[in-house]
């Protein structure tokens, strides 16, 4: 008896659940209590640094623990200037106001990305235009991105206009996801050529490096995070870098209310922002920088053996970092082949039945709602691995 198309359909489903999650279980054994896709982690002097906020009463906008995470970030990142954020968000936030974007604008963002990278375009009433990503970083597709503005804008006195819209493209927003440095150089080439301004969100990339040199230190301006659920967290927290002391002068000062500095008299040059990373997270975040390096190399251990557990299991391949870049390994993940798309929920599936946290990649920004009528580019690509990736579990815990 020859089996039916749809038993055929079924038992390769079954024979990819299987064999992936026989590969976890290579890894961890059963999951006895299920394993997290990423758990912070406090393991050196967090305690102490946060009772002396509480002893001390530096618990709120300003303290010790501020400058000394805004000299820690710099001197980790080699960015000359950190400023640290309530959050990531806030820290994209000021990072577009301070690329000249202005309302009407347009902004090229990665349609694959986390939504704080769209929604801090929309905070200017400026307009997310959605680019396609290449399959190696997950990162803006350089090469594409060109031939696209060649077809569909123009430069016109050194700025570059949309000439379907009219409206002028102001910044290119590289997104360095899950810790693989994007193709920064070719970006900011084709950012120099275009008269944009380069942004980076390396909010997922603290201790990734493309050739040697720290994500971050390519734009004009960029930011960190540091969430819960990021590589170091300060419970919610972010940072903008950069290594032009007249932006990062502008960063301190738009996000500290604009308060111009005077013995008493409360006095503001602009409308600020209160984006201030408090001093008591930031003196949870000194604790977890002295803890960055043994997170990043027990991040890439764990990826080490995601590499190798996933080497012999057909029909999958596990995103490693791009040739002359060094990730973080804050998020692990698998690519399913195109044809195995289709049993992507299958396997998201039985991975979390059997303990191992896993999720689809974020919905694509042109998917959402508020953002499913911004113009855009073919994304074919980005639309592909949105169908093929699988998270794991990558809490450094996991990594020996
Ligand atoms: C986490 C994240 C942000 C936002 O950071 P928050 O601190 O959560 O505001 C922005 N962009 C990307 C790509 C992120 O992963």
């Known amino acids: 008896m020859t089996k039916s198309a749809a038993q055929e359909v079924r038992s390769q489903s079954d024979n990819v659940q299987t ?48 400058d000394r995470i805004e000299r820690d970030i710099a001197s980790f990142t080699g960015c000359k ?15 577009l106001l301070l690329a000249g974007v202005d309302a009407g604008d347009e902004v090229l963002v990665p349609t694959l990305t986390f939504v704080a990278t769209a929604n801090a375009v929309s905070y200017i009433r400026a307009v997310p235009h ?84 720290h994500t971050g230190n390519f734009g004009r301006i960029s930011a960190l995070s540091f969430n819960g659920n990021k590589i170091v967290t300060t419970g919610g927290g972010g940072a903008v870098l950069t290594n032009d002391p007249e932006l990062a002068r502008r960063a301190k000062h738009l996000t500290t209310t604009a ?5 008493w008299n409360f006095v503001h ?13 930031a003196a949870l975040g000194c604790a977890q920088m002295e803890l960055l390096p043994d997170m990043l190399r ?3 251990s764990l990826a080490g053996r995601y590499q190798q557990a996933f080497a012999g299991v057909d029909g999958v391949r596990f995103l490693s970092e791009p040739a002359g870049t060094s990730s973080n390994y804050w998020l692990n993940a698998i690519v399913l082949d195109e044809d195995l798309a289709v049993h992507r929920d ?25 953002y499913s009528g911004c113009p855009r580019m073919g994304l074919g690509v980005a639309e592909q691995m949105q169908a093929r990736l699988i998270n794991l579990p990558s809490s450094a815990r996991l990594g020996v």
């Not at 102490?48 to 509480?54: Q, Y």
């Not at 040059?269 to 997270?281: S, T």
């Not at 599936?349 to 303990?355: E, I, P, S």
């Open 19 to 66: 064999a992936i999650v026989a590969a976890m279980r290579g890894l961890f054994g059963e999951a006895k209590q299920p394993l997290a896709l990423h758990e912070p982690e406090f393991a050196g002097r967090e305690w102490d640094f946060v009772k002396e906020c509480l002893d001390t009463g530096w618990v709120s906008s300003v303290g010790s623990y501020v």
């Open 81 to 95: 200037h950190a400023i640290a954020t309530s959050n990531g968000t806030s820290a994209l936030h000021i990072c």
């Open 130 to 213: 959605f680019v396609e990503c290449e399959a190696v970083s997950l990162g803006v597709d350089a090469g594409k991105l060109d031939a696209y503005l060649r077809e569909n804008a123009q430069i016109v006195n050194d700025v570059c206009i949309n000439r379907h819209t009219g409206a002028p493209i102001k910044a290119l927003v590289a997104m360095h996801v899950f810790g693989h440095p994007c193709d920064i150089e070719a970006l900011d080439d084709l950012a120099r050529r275009w008269k944009l301004v380069l942004v980076e969100d390396a909010a997922e990339s603290l201790g990734s490096y493309y050739r040697g040199r």
């Open 259 to 263: 308060r111009l500095s005077d013995r």
């Open 269 to 281: 040059d602009e409308v600020g922002y209160n984006y201030r990373m408090p001093n008591i997270n």
């Open 298 to 300: 027990r991040k890439r």
């Open 346 to 370: 299958d396997v998201l599936g039985a991975l979390n039945d059997a303990g191992y946290g896993s999720r689809p990649v974020w919905t694509l920004m042109h998917k959402l709602p508020m």
